[in-house]
C-alpha cells in the first residue's frame, strides 16, 4: 500500500479517535505503541485454548532464529524440503533481495516495534519492519476473488469474538516462514487473535497458519507486545547496498 494512502485511513481513524472508536463499540482499545517482548513468550492460556490439536508451536519469536534444516517441529513437504536444503542466506541478501520485504507470517514475529490505530470499520496494524502497512477491514466484507493479486500483506478481514481480535488473511504472497529456506505458498492461511492482558499493558496474540501445499500440520507462534505510550514507529530505511557489503565481507 503506497505511503499517502496509508496516512490517509490513518488520519480518518484520528478524526474520531482510536480510543472513542473501540468505546463506542464496546469493544478493548489496542490502539498504540507496542514493543515486542524479548524471548520467546509464554503461552496465553486463553488463546492456547483456541489451536486446533495437533498444531505445531514454533519458538522462533524476536531475534531468536531457527538453524538450518531446523523448522520447530513443522512437518514440511519433500518438495519444501528439497528447496530448504538448496537455499542459501546470501541468496536474500543480494542488491536485488535484500530490501524486499518477507510476508507477515515472519514479519509480525520480528524484533520491530508497531503501532495500532482501532477504527469501527477498519483497523491499522503498522509496521516498522520494512515499513509495512496492514488494513484489517471490520465491516463484514468477504475476502478477495481468488484471482485478485497477492502481497506481502495480503487481504485481512476481522472480527470480534467477545474481547478477542480476531484477524483472518489470505492472498499472501510466497515468502519465508522461519528465515532458513522453508517458504510458505502462495495459499497459505493465517488466523491471527489478539487480546490485551488483564491490567491492559501487553499485547497478546497467537499466529496460526496453515499450508497443505508445504505443510503436513498447521502451525502457530505465541507472540507478545508491550504498551509503551510516548513512542513511535519510524521509517525502516532499508539501503539495498548492504547486499554489496555483506558479499564483500563473506568472500
Known amino acids: 500500500m503506497r505511503p499517502a494512502v496509508a496516512s490517509w485511513l490513518v488520519a480518518a481513524l484520528l478524526v474520531i479517535g482510536p480510543a472513542a472508536a473501540a468505546q463506542a463499540a464496546g469493544h478493548p482499545n489496542l490502539s498504540g505503541y507496542w514493543n515486542l517482548k524479548r524471548g520467546n513468550s509464554p503461552a496465553d492460556p486463553e488463546l492456547a485454548a483456541r489451536l486446533a490439536p495437533g498444531t505445531v508451536i514454533?519458538?522462533?519469536?524476536?531475534?531468536?532464529?531457527?538453524?538450518?534444516?531446523?523448522?520447530?517441529?513443522?512437518k514440511a513437504k519433500p518438495a519444501a524440503l528439497a528447496a530448504a536444503a538448496a537455499w542459501k542466506p546470501a541468496d536474500d541478501l543480494t542488491i536485488s533481495k535484500v530490501c524486499a520485504p518477507p510476508s507477515i507470517i515472519y514479519a509480525m514475529q520480528g524484533p520491530f516495534p508497531l503501532q495500532?490505530?482501532?477504527?469501527?470499520?477498519?483497523?491499522?496494524?503498522?509496521l516498522?519492519?520494512?515499513?509495512?502497512?496492514?488494513?484489517?477491514?471490520?465491516?463484514?466484507?468477504?475476502?478477495?476473488?481468488?484471482?485478485?493479486?497477492?502481497?506481502?500483506?495480503?487481504?485481512?478481514?476481522?472480527?470480534?469474538?467477545?474481547?478477542?481480535?480476531?484477524?483472518d488473511t489470505d492472498h499472501l504472497e510466497s515468502s519465508t516462514i522461519a528465515n532458513n529456506g522453508l517458504n510458505h505458498?502462495?495459499?497459505?492461511?493465517?488466523?491471527?487473535?489478539?487480546?490485551l492482558s488483564a491490567d491492559g499493558k501487553s499485547l497478546l496474540s497467537t499466529q496460526e497458519f496453515e499450508d497443505?501445499?508445504?505443510?503436513?500440520?498447521?502451525?502457530?507462534?505465541?507472540?507478545?507486545?508491550?504498551?509503551?505510550?510516548?513512542?513511535?514507529?519510524?521509517?525502516?530505511?532499508?539501503?539495498p547496498t548492504f547486499g554489496l557489503n555483506y558479499g564483500a565481507r563473506t568472500k
Open 58 to 74: 514454533v519458538h522462533d519469536v524476536g531475534p531468536t532464529e531457527l538453524p538450518r534444516a531446523d523448522f520447530g517441529g513443522l
Open 116 to 126: 495500532i490505530d482501532q477504527g469501527t470499520e477498519f483497523i491499522v496494524i503498522r
Open 128 to 167: 516498522e519492519y520494512f515499513d509495512m502497512v496492514r488494513i484489517v477491514f471490520m465491516d463484514g466484507r468477504r475476502h478477495l476473488p481468488p484471482d485478485a493479486p497477492h502481497s506481502k500483506t495480503g487481504d485481512s478481514i476481522g472480527h470480534w469474538d467477545g474481547s478477542t481480535l480476531v484477524v
Open 185 to 195: 505458498s502462495d495459499n497459505v492461511h493465517v488466523i491471527e487473535r489478539f487480546r
Open 212 to 239: 497443505p501445499e508445504v505443510l503436513d500440520t498447521p502451525g502457530a507462534r505465541f507472540i507478545a507486545w508491550d504498551r509503551q505510550d510516548g513512542q513511535y514507529i519510524y521509517p525502516y530505511e532499508c539501503d
